[in-house]
């Protein structure tokens, strides 16, 4: 039996993962957003991201150093070279620092060229935080589906790789906090359609394969309503048969052909993702907590969205 | 003058680029486009795909991974009931074996091969490092297109974060190798340390990643060092081959914020590089209908008026007095105003597409997935003529 997702805003560090465009953005500004709200001191990371975590929390862009976005919640943007400037500030005291700047092409250079050195400084940075209790909870999120495994494993691949060097020194302790179930978790965010599914499925036996990290919850996005119960959809197919538009035409007009349609459409959309959330949940078998979350029917996507979702998943909590 | 669909352009160039952001479709347009080629022409075509979904990939039987190509037999086209007038041929890129490929071509001889497939960094950091994926993909296809062996090679794109990079990627490879950072990784290591002190970078990293790992690295790029002019020559011939008069982009988005801005980035990224761009395809859009104003006006009634409409609708419709009619009413009503209010959104999104291309195809949102050769000749024959 696994946990339930109730201690999701219990633990201190979570990774909000899942294949590109599902809403990991959305759902981390959301999880950030609810925890601040009940109290919680907390950050929420954009790392390798595409800068519209801003847009989700309704401010103007982020940077390294993180700004308080609302009452308790504070966000930021992960800057590799700014995290690795940071690092050797506290750790080393090295006076030529301040040089390293001309040099980010070739930082940039040895940081593409050797496994695991930005995902570190990435990870490490967080893992302080956390480390140094900055905050009650950290929110991160993360890379897609694809690389977000080579993150997290990344403290023991440079374990593995690098024999001696601080930076050896130094991931022994992130491990310990990465691997406390009670700590930290992993979000992975999916949709109910077909290749979302598979990758979160595949992603979870990687992530039981090579990390020894939790997976917290699998968060299913962008759920579409099931409009009807049994015995009203029964009542809608008297509607849409041709007896039954004859005579909702009599008295709405002939309009009224595109409103059934449009219902007709949402019963079928929704239909075509039941399977997939069918064997979703078989393919967790009961081992991780599934959070669902509505499709919105918004106008636009910013932070009255992410106070909606944020609402919704306090719903999920039970809060 | 633009044609009305994708036919003239399959029947004129070699080589269709299928472009967009991720989850948006691109893999399913491109063997849409491909089977509908292979259907309708009378030619030899090939769909080089990424990231198939599995059941795509084992309806076109490609199931194992693999560089191999694969013809997807006719008999499969006639339980689509077409009778193809060409040929279908089907090859996934393997990164991995892409890469492999690559070192037994341009290592200079068997010692330097393999030494460099047996290198630990080697799978490491091929699987890494400036965006190898797009690079073998794009590799992948000047080595099928210059083989000649097919008549139109449809490609599919890597889901990179950025729809460009793959478009970098040849150009990124070469400057990778003349870097003067890999130079001077590769000068002996006994001749780096006499001005090692002065050189605060690599004093720094020497602390923190430790010499030995250095070490590593510079070694595996010192075997790859070898390699550099049959890469940058490669890397050459295929932006060459990109640019040129036999290839052209279809750029694949949905109607969603993310995507369309993208893609717009994306549309205007091509023109400035004089590349061919054939056809935006706009995927899995909302139907017009929702649109109607005429509708919501019904549909509010609907909603408001649900419990008074459903007394006058009751005998006339035969439904029982225990049956939940007024329920169903205003459903139907709010179902049709949510759908709308994202149709709007993306007709909004629709005419922000400032910079269209001539031609611009729109593919519905068709239910369920699309993983049977008969799903991806319906969706291939809406964009074709
Ligand atoms: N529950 C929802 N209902 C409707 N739309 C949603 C929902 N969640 C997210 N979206 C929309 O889907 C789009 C993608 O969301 P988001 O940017 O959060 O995804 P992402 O996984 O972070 O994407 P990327 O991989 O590009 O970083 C956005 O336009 C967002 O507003
Ligand atoms: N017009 C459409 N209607 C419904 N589903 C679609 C449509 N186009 C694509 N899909 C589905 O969307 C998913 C993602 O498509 P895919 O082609 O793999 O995207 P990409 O290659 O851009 O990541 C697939 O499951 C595919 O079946
Ligand atoms: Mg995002
Ligand atoms: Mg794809």
């Not at chain 1, 294949?19 to 907390?42: D, M, N, P």
């Not at chain 1, 940075?125 to 897609?144: Q, T």
């Not at chain 2, 009413?329 to 709007?344: I, K, T």
Request: glycine fraction near 8%.
């Amino acid at each position: 039996m696994g946990r339930s997702a109730l201690g999701l805003l219990e633990r201190r560090l979570l990774f909000v993962t899942g294949k590109g465009g599902v809403g990991k953005t959305s759902v981390a500004a959301s999880i950030g957003w609810l925890a601040a709200t009940r109290g919680q001191r907390t950050l929420v990371c954009e790392v390798d991201a595409k800068g519209n975590l801003a847009d989700f929390l309704g401010v103007g862009p982020l940077q390294f150093d993180p700004v308080e976005v609302r009452p308790n919640l504070f966000a930021m943007a992960m800057d590799t070279e700014a995290s690795l400037r940071e690092y050797l500030r506290l750790n080393l005291r090295v006076p030529l620092v301040a040089r390293l700047g001309p040099v980010a092409r070739t930082f940039d250079f040895v940081a593409n060229a050797a496994p695991g050195v930005k995902e570190i400084l990435t990870v490490g940075k967080l893992a302080y935080e956390v480390r140094e209790r900055n905050y009650d909870l950290v929110v991160v999120d993360a890379p897609a589906t694809g690389h977000v495994v080579g993150q997290l494993a990344s403290p023991v691949a440079i374990n593995d790789l690098v024999k001696v060097g601080l930076v050896r020194s130094q991931t022994d302790w992130m491990i310990e906090l990465l691997t406390d179930a009670d700590v930290t978790g992993v979000v992975v965010v999916t949709i109910p359609e077909e290749m979302p599914t598979t990758e979160t499925l595949e992603l979870i036996e990687r992530l039981q394969a090579e990390t020894d990290i939790d997976v917290a919850s699998v968060v299913v996005n962008r759920v579409l309503p099931e409009i009807f119960s049994r015995p009203e959809a029964a009542v809608f197919e008297q509607l849409r048969s041709s007896a039954g538009i004859d005579v909702l035409r009599g008295e709405l007009g002939p309009a009224v052909d595109e409103v059934v349609a449009g219902a007709d459409l949402a019963v079928r959309l929704r239909r075509s993702r039941v399977a997939h959330l069918t064997r979703l949940r078989e393919g967790l078998g009961g081992d991780v907590p599934l959070l669902y979350l509505p499709f919105l029917f918004h106008r636009a996507h910013g932070v009255r969205a992410t106070s909606v979702l944020a609402d919704a998943i306090g719903d999920e909590l039970g809060y | 003058m633009a044609t009305s669909g994708l036919e003239q352009l399959c029947s004129a160039k070699e080589v269709v680029v299928s472009t967009g952001s991720g989850g948006v479709g691109k893999t399913t347009v491109a063997a849409s486009v491909a089977a509908t080629a292979a259907a309708q022409l009378d030619a030899k075509v090939l769909v080089l795909t990424v990231d198939p979904a599995k059941r795509l990939a084992s309806a076109l039987g490609v199931q194992e991974f693999g560089n191999v190509e694969t013809q997807v037999e006719r008999a499969a086209f006639e339980q689509a009931g077409v009778d193809p007038a060409g040929e279908l041929w089907v090859a996934m890129l393997d990164t991995k074996q892409s890469w492999d490929d690559l070192v037994r071509q341009h290592a200079p001889d068997a010692a330097t091969r393999d030494a460099i497939l047996a290198n630990p960094l080697y799978q490491n950091i091929t699987g890494r490092f400036v965006q190898s994926h797009d690079y073998v993909a794009m590799e992948r296809l000047y080595e099928i297109h210059a083989s000649g062996r097919y008549d139109l090679v449809v490609v599919d794109t890597p889901p990179t974060r950025n729809a460009v990079d793959f478009l970098d990627a040849p150009d990124r490879m070469a400057d990778f190798f003349s870097s003067p950072l890999l130079r001077w990784l590769i000068t002996p290591y006994r001749s780096r340390l006499v001005n090692l002190a002065s050189k605060p970078f690599y004093t720094v990293a020497d602390r923190i990643l430790g010499t030995q790992f250095l070490e590593d690295i510079a070694e595996f790029f010192i075997l790859f060092q070898t390699m550099y002019d049959g890469f940058v020559e490669r890397a050459r011939a295929v932006t060459t081959l990109l640019g040129g008069p036999q290839t052209t982009f279809l750029v694949v988005s949905t109607l969603e914020v993310a995507p369309a801005r993208e893609a717009e980035f994306f549309l205007d990224l091509l023109a400035g590089r004089r590349y061919h761009v054939g056809a935006l395809v706009l995927n899995r859009v909302l139907p017009e209908f929702l649109l109607d104003r005429s509708a919501t006006a019904v549909a509010r009634r609907l909603t408001h008026d649900a419990a008074d409409l459903s007394e006058v609708f009751r005998s006339p419709l035969g439904v029982g007095d225990d049956e939940p009619l007024e329920s169903v009413l205003g459903q139907v009503g709010q179902s049709y105003l949510d759908y709308q209010v994202v149709a709007r959104r993306e007709a909004e999104q629709r005419a922000e597409l400032s910079s269209t291309p001539d031609l611009c195809l729109t593919v519905p949102a068709l239910e369920g997935d699309i993983h049977s050769l008969g799903g991806l000749l319906d969706l291939g024959g809406r964009l074709w003529t």
